[in-house]
């Protein structure tokens, strides 16, 4: 999974986890074990590689994805 990631660096990826664990983001990098990502307002969220389930292109790149919630500032 981490090779697969680090060759998706740049690009805006779904990530499944399980449960409700959904997350949409750019990928920024993949290091030690965990992903990098970024929304559309620059937040960044980290995810360990380990527990991530499945990984998509996402259908509708405007839509929001639960789980992955920028701040209002």
């Not at 259908?59 to 929001?64: A, S």
Request: proline residues 3%; charged residues 25%.
């Amino acid at each position: 999974m981490q090779d697969l990631l680090s060759g998706m660096v740049g690009q805006r990826v779904d990530l499944f986890c399980g449960g409700a664990s959904s997350l949409r983001g750019e990928v920024v990098k993949v290091e030690g074990g965990v992903l990098h990502l970024k929304d559309e307002n620059e937040t960044k969220c980290y995810v360990a590689i380990e527990k991530i389930i499945a990984v998509w292109e996402p259908r509708n790149p405007d839509e929001h994805r639960a789980g992955f919630v920028a701040t209002l500032k």
